[in-house]
Every structure is written in structure tokens, then in C-alpha cells.
């Protein structure tokens, strides 16, 4: 680049990007924002409709002739509900229907048809929920299934009750959702444009002073965002109130309904239904929004409006933030270098790129997330919680990290002596030290051993024998870890009948914890020979035999070579498969979890397989999250540790 | 080591002892599971032991040769349990992730190998270090991206694409290690021909470095083909078990069906050691390379 670069034009041009960022993103989300409303709007319109349904069919005593005309009035009254169907469990019968696929020979009453049975399962699982419900004495399975129907309307499904139980149920449909309303683009153009335009003007007495542009520009975009973010929630807050008017209609509309349609059947006395009740969530708790006169309660709608207020200010604040980071990446030059970089190693960019995308979808971006999860308190239950919880409501900050590090009950003193607590994280990282030493140990021990055997020159056999004890590494080794389970058997298992055999008495491998260990590591072990021995015969053979040769003249004896010639040589090949194998053996999940499986009580559990307990078996995601992270935290000093002393990395 | 040839093979006998000794060690667990897979029986006794057995009676019983040769677990295996299908979803697995496997780790080797470009040391490092990331951390943030983000819940691609590309750092360090020894004056050569980088890549450099590509491949597919713990995860319906899940499935819980585990895994261990004796010959040379040039 022989022109020095304009700061003017790289500030306009960040400008410009970061208002597209921004106000781009922000009106996506206020589009967003508003489709939400709309279904939320129709959702709280068809549960009142179906609220004082179900009031009406409960007091007509849930079946009978009277249900069925309770019904045919309330579908006569109100147009919204296109199919009403009351299903009674007793008897399996559909006990009134408006849906015009019930009609002729196929009206109710009858009993319910066998491709029905979607249906009556419904009714089983809101009784289910109801239950669970009342007897945890708390909000967690939804009491009303919402669905979108067919016809682009909703389907919804309420439970019948009769005397405190779950009796039956009633389904509907409603008419097609109103189409959400139509947000002006005029709005966004003109907070992109209007900034833009101002910043090209204000630039020309700046000139090419490269920190006053940076501040002008970051004015201007903090003002756009900030008047749009007020734009934004002064639309969405307009909607609410829209939704509030709209449902204090519906409760007075629907209760006059409900009211004529009880005198007239002299369904008990009208003034005893409860509208009140009717405008509810899915768990069915009233949402109190509207008073019972049909007037909306200004001040829960003032709470409910600031705390969408809040949620405003934290979703525009990131985007600020965003676009912030946009200005400054292009105004500054960096994207400009960037992209001379990428232009520039065009070619190795391209050769790494399908790697890279790939390891940060599925590599990095898991372990970030991994990362986040264990500051949470994510178990089973809030699963299906939204990312944005994990940094407010399921937020746990340290906790975790202090709950599992700082619980120092390895041990407790009894007068039958120590009893350890093999949940503790110091035992079981005691385990896993055991476990990786004496795997390594016994896998570079026993392998170089082999491969010195085995590179005598010459030896009979030595092509066979090198092919049979490569084959543990060739099997699968799970295959083998249940192989050996099988072999470590307490009634039927190999090795107690050799005990056995010799007058011995059968060992109960896996009901003491050194036992159960060793089941475990005599398995790994006999598994991890042979790519020792593999990778010290390859480095065995490359030794030139001139080194021993020169050696023999010197008068050097089998000893001195071995230290001075061989053991140095095989430094280079064995450091690194060590330090992988460490790495390997430590996290090597199947074989604890296959052959002992932690018994006895998650004595022999390693940290990894410890940690899979926690996630899949108590379902304490961000605790297990947090557990895995501590293992990181090890290996990777272990690894900075171990390059430090071999300087592994260097010169790549 | 080199010892002079005037000692014969007698003196080695020593040597062959101990050898012998470690081959009954390393084949026992093998012949065992074959003993067991032939006897046509689920347990996990080779034959039934008298009530007052004789030093001889416990002996027999450790013998791996099944008391009566039977085909019917092998049968059964296919016949009554979905075992073929199961098989076949792994070799669908196991093969495409080889192939998809060895070409990003090749492609991406050869650029650390021969370009020098900003964060090509930061990359590398990074590869390295994501070998620590612990198994049971990427579990629960994969089954959301992979299920809840991508939709690819009970699917080949999703774990296609997973082992595939959790395998990349170990082969690409592999294949850069091995990329390093081949000498560059061949490339530069052909470079003053005319050829194009991608020409090189695939006509010099690839055919080359065979050794380390087959061994990446081997290894793509042991990956695929012996993983269980994802494989269980993402695979929830039956139809979609992969051979490990299945097997696990005979012998897991409290099921104990060894006879049907003994004969699938006779089956499922074949291919794969035979791919791997075939292959062993660069195992040598593929895996050392890039560690033993010091």
C-alpha cells in the first residue's frame, strides 16, 4: 500500500458497518420482540376462551347431555373456538365435539376411535402434570398444552376436573393467529442514515485527527443506539398495553358469555363464576393482570413493563457493545490489515480453514460453552432454559469451583477406623494419579522391554511375535474392557478359577476398592503395551549401528551403550508419546467406567468418569461442567509443566 | 540389541521364554472370547464344573476351547437381534468419517507444514491443547449444538461430523510431523515447472507421504469405528445403535447375554485388526516421524 491511509474514510466506512451491526440487530430483535407479543397476545385471549370453557363444561358435571348443550351454546356464542371437543376418561367416550370432522355417524357421544388415541393420551398426560403438581406443591409440568394447529391457529388442551381429580379433557382450536403487526423499516433507515450523514459532515473540519474522529463516531453510534433502543421499547411497551386492553376485553366479553349461557341452561348461579381466574399461564395460576371489573391493573402492568424495560436495556446494551467493537475494528485499521493478511497467505488460509471451522463449531465453541455451563447450576430441570439465563437466573459464579475444590472431607475418623469419602474430589484425583502411573509405568516399561527383545538381530519368530503383541492396541477397547470383566467374574470368572485351581478362595474383585483397581489397571495395562512398543521399535531401528560399533572400539559395555547410545536416542520419540499417553490414560473413560464401573460406591471412579457420573446420572450439568474444568485446569499445567522441562513444542 | 551372531538361537532361549510367556498373556482375553462366542451358550463358563472338582476339572475350565462347537451365537447374533443393521450403521459411520477425517486433516497438515502465516503457531497450540479437553465437558454443549442447533439428533451426519473433526489434532500433528520430513526441493522443483500448489499437494506431496495418510485413515476409522459413549448419546433409537452401542447393549445393565457380546464382537474386532495388521507396516513410520527427526 504505497497511499497512506485516510483515517476520515476508515471511520466513515466503520461507521457505517457498525449502524448496520447495530441498528440492523437491534430491529431484527424489536421484529422479533413483536412477533412474540402477538402469539403471547392470541395465546392469553384463547386460554381466557378456554378458561371459562372448561368453567362452564365443569359445572354441567363434566358428562352428559348437559355438557353437550353447554358446549353448542358456548360455540354458538363465541366465534374464535373452530373445534371444541370434550373428552371424558371413563368409558373413553368423546362426550361432545364441534368439529366438523364429528359429525353424522361419527358424533358424540361414542367412544373414542382407535386413531383417536392421541387424544385420550393428551388427557393422561395433563392428569399426570396436574398431579406431579400438587404433589410437589409446585409449578413445573405445564397443566395446558399449547400447540400451533393445523390451520395456523392454536390447538390447546385444559383438564377436566371433577371433585379435585383429573376426569377428562377439553381440546380446541382456535381461528388462525392475526398476522403480526407490520414494524416500518422507515425507522431504522433513518437511524442508520441520519448518523452517517452527520458524522460526513462533522468530519470535514476534523480533518485527518485520527482520536477525534474516533470519538465522534462512537457519539454519534452510542445516540443512534441509544434513541433507538428507546424507540424500540417505547413500540414494544405500546404492545403490551395492546395485550393488556385486549384480554380485559376478552374476560368482560367472555363472562357476559359464560353468564347468559349458565341462566340459561340454569347451570347454578352465574354470579358464581370466577373470571378472575381465566386470564392464567399454562401452569393455570391466575396472572392477576386484570381486575375483576375488566380493568387492567396499572400497577402489575407498570412491574411487568419493567422488567421488559430491563430485558431491553440488557439486549441493546450487548448490541452496543457489538457495534462499539465494529467501529473500532474498522476505524482503527484492524480490518483493513486483516483482510491484507488474509489476501496475503491466501493460500494457507484456505488449506486450513475446512479444519478450523470445523474444530470451532464443534471443539471450541463446546468447550466455551462447557466453560459458561459451569458457572451455572444447570441440572435436568432447567435444561431447556434459554443461554440468557445462564448468565442471570442460573448464574452461580465461583460456587461450584469452591463447592468441589474446597471440601476438604476426604476422610472421617470412626472408631472402626477411617472412612473415606470416595465422592471427595481428592480421592478420586488420588485414583487417577494411581491409575496414570501405573498405566504409563507398566505401558513404557514392559513396551520398550519388548521392543529391545524384539530388535535383537536376527531372532527366530521376531515378525510373529511382533504382530501378536500388536493386537491388544488393535482391538477395540471396549471390547476388551468387557472382555475382561467378563475374565474378572466372581463365580464364573477366569482368573477365580485359577485361584481356585491352586486351593485358593475366589476374590470378589469389585467389592474392595484395591482389587477393583487392579481389575481396572491390569486391563488398561495389558492394552497400552503396544504402542509403547511400536514407537520405541521405530526408534530403535533408526539408530545407525555404527554408534555401537564406535562404542564396541572404545571399549564400551552393553551397559554404557545402552545408557549413552540407546536411551538418548529413544528421548525424542518416547517424550512425546508419554506425555500423550499421560494425557490419554488420565481421561481414558471406557475402561473404568466398562470394567469396575467405580464400585464398590465410586471408590474406583477417576476424575473423568466421576464427572460423567455428576452430568448423566444426578444430572448436575453445571456442577459436572465445572468437575470437567477442574480436570483441564490439571492436565493443562501437567502439559505447560511437562513442555517447560522437555521443550516439546519448540520449533514448530 | 546387536548382539554379534556367534551366540545361535539357543542362547536366546531365555529370551524366547519370556516372550512366550507374554504371547499366552496378550492372545488369553482373545482366544477366551472366541471360546465363548463358539459355545453356543450365553454364560460365561467355557465348561460346567463338577460339584467336587479335581485340580484337572478347574484346569479344563480355564482352557480357551469351548466344551462343544456351536455356530448358534453367531447366527442368532443376525438372525434374532438387529445386529446386521447395527454393523452396517457402522461401517457407514466409519467410512465416510475416514474420508471426510483424512481430508481435513491432510489439507490442514500441509498448510502447517509448508506455509508460514500469522496464527499458524497459536493454531497448533490450540490443536494440542484441545487433546485435554475432557470428554464428559463437551458432552452436554455438543448434544445442544448438534441435536437442538442442528437438528441432526439419531443421524449419520451429526456424528460424522463429530469424529471427524475431534480426530483432526492428533492427525494433523501426525501428518505435519510426517509432511516435515519430506524435503522440499521436490516442490520447489515442480513450483519452477509451473505447477499449481494444489498439483503439488495432491501429485508430490499426498503420494509421498503415504505412510502417515494411511495411517491417518486407519485411525479416522478405529475412531468411528470403537467409539461408544457419543454414539449412545446422539443415537437414542435402536435402528440407529452403532455396532459398540449394541454390543454394550448385550452385556450392560442387567443384561447378560455374553454369548451374543462374545460372537458380535468376534465380528466387529475382524476388520478392524485385520485393517490394522495390514496397515502396521507404516505404522512405524508414520506415527515416529515427525518426533524422531529430534
Known amino acids: 500500500m504505497s497511499q497512506k491511509p485516510s483515517h476520515r474514510r476508515r471511520f466513515a466506512a466503520g461507521l457505517v458497518a457498525a449502524l448496520v451491526v447495530g441498528v440492523g440487530l437491534s430491529h431484527w430483535t424489536l421484529v422479533r420482540a413483536r412477533v412474540q407479543e402477538n402469539r403471547a397476545r392470541a395465546e392469553r385471549v384463547a386460554l381466557v376462551s378456554l378458561n371459562a370453557l372448561v368453567d362452564l363444561v365443569e359445572r354441567a358435571g363434566g358428562v352428559g347431555d348437559s355438557v353437550r348443550r353447554a358446549v353448542a351454546a358456548f360455540a354458538r356464542e363465541n366465534g374464535s373456538l373452530t373445534a371444541i371437543r370434550v373428552v371424558a376418561f371413563d368409558g373413553l367416550s368423546l362426550e361432545a365435539s364441534t368439529a366438523s370432522a364429528d359429525g353424522g355417524d361419527k358424533a358424540a357421544p361414542r367412544r373414542l376411535a382407535r386413531e383417536e388415541k392421541p387424544l385420550y393420551d393428551q388427557g393422561q398426560r395433563l392428569r399426570a402434570a396436574v398431579e406431579t403438581n400438587r404433589q410437589e406443591g409446585a409449578a413445573r409440568k405445564e397443566e395446558i398444552e399449547i400447540a400451533p394447529s393445523a390451520s395456523g391457529g392454536l390447538a390447546l388442551a385444559a383438564p377436566l376436573e371433577k371433585d379435585g381429580a383429573v376426569v377428562g379433557l377439553v381440546a380446541v382450536e382456535t381461528t388462525p393467529l392475526p398476522s403480526p403487526p407490520r414494524t416500518s423499516w422507515l425507522a431504522p433507515l433513518a437511524a442508520a442514515l441520519i448518523p452517517a450523514l452527520a458524522f460526513l459532515v462533522l468530519a470535514v473540519p476534523i480533518a485527518e485527527r485520527r482520536w477525534v474522529l474516533a470519538v465522534v463516531a462512537a457519539a454519534l453510534l452510542l445516540g443512534t443506539m441509544v434513541a433507538y433502543g428507546r424507540y424500540a421499547f417505547a413500540t414494544i411497551a405500546g404492545d403490551r398495553r395492546v395485550t393488556e386492553r385486549t384480554v380485559a376485553g376478552e374476560v368482560t366479553a367472555e363472562a357476559a358469555r359464560a353468564s347468559s349461557v349458565a341462566s340459561e341452561l340454569s347451570l347454578g348461579d352465574p354470579r358464581t363464576l370466577h373470571p378472575g381466574s381465566w386470564d392464567a399461564d399454562r401452569f393455570r395460576r391466575p396472572l392477576e393482570m386484570i381486575a375483576p371489573d375488566g380493568t387492567v391493573h396499572e400497577a402489575k402492568l407498570a412491574e411487568s413493563l419493567a422488567g421488559a424495560a430491563a430485558r431491553t436495556r440488557q439486549v441493546f446494551g450487548a448490541l452496543t457493545v457489538l457495534a462499539l467493537a465494529v467501529l473500532a475494528f474498522v476505524g482503527f485499521g484492524s480490518a483493513t490489515r486483516l483482510g491484507a493478511t488474509l489476501r496475503k497467505h491466501r493460500q494457507a488460509y484456505t488449506y486450513t480453514f475446512p479444519a478450523l471451522f470445523g474444530m470451532l463449531l464443534l471443539v471450541f465453541l463446546p468447550f466455551l460453552y462447557g466453560a459458561v455451563l459451569s458457572f451455572s447450576d444447570m441440572s435436568l430441570y432447567t435444561s431447556q432454559a434459554p443461554i440468557g439465563d445462564l448468565f442471570s437466573k442460573l448464574w452461580v459464579g465461583l460456587k461450584n469451583f469452591t463447592d468441589i475444590l474446597g471440601d476438604f472431607h476426604v476422610a472421617t475418623s470412626t472408631a472402626a477406623g477411617l472412612v473415606w469419602n470416595y465422592q471427595n474430589i481428592y480421592w478420586t484425583l488420588g485414583i487417577t494419579i494411581i491409575w496414570t502411573v501405573a498405566n504409563v509405568a507398566y505401558g513404557v516399561g514392559m513396551g520398550l522391554f519388548l521392543a529391545l527383545i524384539l530388535n535383537t538381530k536376527g531372532l527366530l519368530a521376531r515378525p510373529i511375535y511382533r504382530v501378536i503383541f500388536i493386537l491388544p492396541w488393535a482391538m477395540p477397547n471396549y471390547i476388551t474392557a468387557l472382555i475382561w470383566k467378563g475374565m474378572f467374574h466372581q463365580q464364573f470368572g477366569v482368573f477365580n478359577q485359577i485361584i481356585q485351581m491352586f486351593g485358593g478362595t475366589p476374590v470378589s474383585w469389585f467389592e474392595k476398592t484395591s482389587t477393583s483397581l487392579f481389575a481396572c489397571i491390569a486391563t488398561n495395562a495389558w492394552l497400552s503395551v503396544p504402542f509403547m512398543m511400536v514407537i520405541s521399535l521405530g526408534a530403535l531401528q533408526s539408530i545407525s549401528a555404527d554408534l555401537y560399533e564406535a562404542a564396541r572400539v572404545d571399549g564400551a559395555t552393553r551397559w554404557q551403550q545402552f545408557r549413552s547410545i540407546t536411551l538418548p536416542s529413544l528421548k525424542p520419540a518416547l517424550v512425546p508419546a508419554v506425555i500423550l499417553s499421560v494425557i490419554w490414560t488420565f481421561n481414558m473413560f471406557n475402561i473404568i467406567y466398562l470394567v469396575s464401573a467405580g464400585e464398590p460406591g465410586h471408590s474406583t471412579e477417576i476424575l473423568i468418569t466421576q464427572a460423567y457420573k455428576f452430568a448423566f446420572e444426578q444430572y448436575r450439568y453445571g456442577y459436572a461442567a465445572a468437575y470437567s474444568m477442574v480436570i483441564f485446569a490439571i492436565l493443562l499445567a501437567y502439559g505447560v509443566w511437562q513442555n517447560k522441562v522437555t521443550k516439546a513444542t519448540e520449533g514448530i | ?294
Open chain 2, 1 to 294: 540389541m546387536s548382539a554379534p551372531s556367534r551366540t545361535g538361537e539357543f542362547a536366546r532361549l531365555p529370551l524366547h521364554v519370556f516372550l512366550l510367556i507374554y504371547v499366552v498373556v496378550t492372545l488369553y482375553p482373545l482366544l477366551w472370547v472366541f471360546t465363548i462366542g463358539f459355545s453356543g451358550q450365553q454364560g460365561l463358563m467355557i465348561v460346567d464344573i463338577p460339584a467336587n472338582p479335581t485340580f484337572l476339572d478347574r484346569l479344563r475350565a480355564i482352557m480357551p476351547w469351548p466344551a462343544h462347537f456351536s455356530f448358534s451365537n453367531f447366527t442368532s447374533v443376525f438372525t434374532e437381534q438387529p445386529f446386521a443393521r447395527w454393523l452396517l450403521n457402522s461401517v457407514i459411520v466409519s467410512a465416510a468419517t475416514t474420508v471426510l477425517g483424512v481430508f481435513l486433516a491432510c489439507t490442514a497438515a500441509y498448510a502447517f507444514s509448508r506455509f508460514r502465516f500469522p496464527g499458524r503457531r497459536a493454531g497448533l497450540m490450540s490443536f494440542l491443547v484441545s487433546q485435554m479437553f475432557p470428554g464428559t465437558l463437551m458432552l452436554i454443549p455438543l448434544y445442544i449444538i448438534i441435536v437442538q442447533w442442528l437438528g441432526l439428533g439419531s443421524n449419520f451426519i451429526g456424528l460424522i461430523l463429530i469424529y471427524s473433526i475431534t480426530g483432526i489434532p492428533f492427525c494433523v500433528w501426525m501428518l505435519k510431523g510426517y509432511f516435515d520430513t519430506i524435503p522440499r526441493e521436490l516442490e520447489e522443483s515442480a513450483l519452477m515447472d509451473g505447477a499449481s500448489t494444489a498439483t503439488i499437494f495432491y501429485r508430490i506431496v499426498l503420494p509421498l507421504a503415504k505412510p502417515a495418510v494411511a495411517v491417518t485413515a486407519l485411525f479416522s476409522f478405529m475412531t468411528a469405528w470403537n467409539e461408544f459413549i457419543q454414539a449412545a448419546t446422539f443415537m437414542d433409537k435402536v435402528n440407529m445403535y452403532t455396532a459398540p452401542v449394541g454390543l454394550r447393549f448385550f452385556v450392560g445393565g442387567f443384561s447378560q447375554q455374553w454369548g451374543y457380546f462374545a460372537a458380535g464382537a468376534i465380528v466387529t474386532a475382524i476388520p478392524i485388526v485385520a485393517l490394522f495388521l495390514f496397515l502396521q507396516k507404516y505404522l512405524v513410520s508414520g506415527l515416529t516421524a515427525g518426533a524422531v527427526k529430534g
